[in-house]
């Protein structure tokens, strides 16, 4: 939610990077997304994100956001409780 509100989000993908989910993500892809994620929310007229649903709605409504923000999508399977997405 940080990165979609454009709040830095640093301290947790350094988390992030050292996590379960690390050797499954690639971070250079992931790291070029999430500062991306604040236009998505924009353009799907969302001006505050308050959950990691209103994230996923703003992306599906894109069919193109899902190759665009694979690495966003893949984190966020891999995170079957989107718990730890929440941080983003």
């Known amino acids: 939610m940080k990165a979609a509100n454009g709040e ?3 301290d947790s993908l350094q988390k992030l990077e050292v996590s379960c989910y690390a050797p499954d993500l690639d971070f250079s892809a ?3 997304q999430l500062p ?3 236009d998505v929310a924009k353009k ?3 001006h505050k994100v308050t ?5 996923c709605e703003a992306m599906n409504e894109t069919p193109s956001y899902k190759r665009i923000f694979s690495e966003v999508q893949k984190f966020e ?3 079957s409780c989107s718990c ?3 941080y983003f």
Request: aromatic share 8%; proline share 0%.
């Open 77 to 79: 399977n891999l995170s």
């Open 30 to 32: 992931l790291k070029k």
């Open 44 to 46: 799907g007229g969302v």
């Open 8 to 10: 830095n989000y640093n």
């Open 36 to 38: 991306l994620l604040v």
């Open 84 to 86: 730890y997405l929440s």
């Open 51 to 55: 959950s990691i649903q209103t994230v």
